[in-house]
């Protein structure tokens, strides 16, 4: 990834070192509660998930919640100490979510649908003061972007426009090498400005666009 760094753009990239002390503010800035939430995810997103027999938001907060009252920050402190222990956790959450919703609504989520829904719940937690900052500096250090028109565009934008899409969107994350690939980019630029992925999902966020 060294030969990207001639595509980053200094503007996005100073406006990301800039705004990290900000960003970082967020991470465990609110009193965590298993119960009555979005779970970090809105009805604009779940507007893209139709033709269901559920309503999908019901759905996937069925899940979210029972993953919530489950959760045992110990445990996960040190499963999550390492790159391949996060990302053992995360395919596990994948594949509860999908097992969930095809005991709900009779057929599997698409790849996109799923790992953006993950994405969003595992930034939903970091948000969440759960009195550790080893759990919240993992989720910090290891958690994916969510994949969406917001931070694809972001992330083209901060590459100075070398992607050749007119508009990225959540759609266009077909399998799971789109999936890495597309990390693997914000990892790199995130990175070389002193960030992480999920940092970069905050700024991509801010203020409609992150400058």
Known sequence: MEALRRYFS??????FANALPELRQRIASIQFCPHG???????NTFRAYVRWPE???????????????????????????????????????????QEHWVHRQGRELSFAHTYKLIDLFI??????????????????SYANCALDSQTLSKLNECLS??????????????SMRTYEFCQA???AFASHYGGTRLLFDYFAWRRGGGN
């Open 10 to 15: 200094p503007d996005c990239g100073n406006a």
């Open 37 to 43: 939430s979005d779970f970090g995810v809105s009805g």
């Open 55 to 97: 309503p999908p938001s019901i759905v996937y907060r069925e899940w979210a919640q029972g993953i919530c009252t489950e959760l045992n920050i110990e445990t996960l402190e040190q499963k999550l100490g390492t790159a391949d222990g996060f990302n053992v956790w995360h395919t596990a959450l994948a594949g509860s979510l």
């Open 123 to 140: 930034k939903w937690l970091s948000m969440r003061d759960f009195k550790s900052l080893q759990f919240s500096q993992c989720l910090v």
């Open 161 to 174: 426009m070398a992607l050749p899409l007119s508009k990225p969107s959540m759609g266009d994350i077909h």
């Open 185 to 187: 980019l914000i990892e």
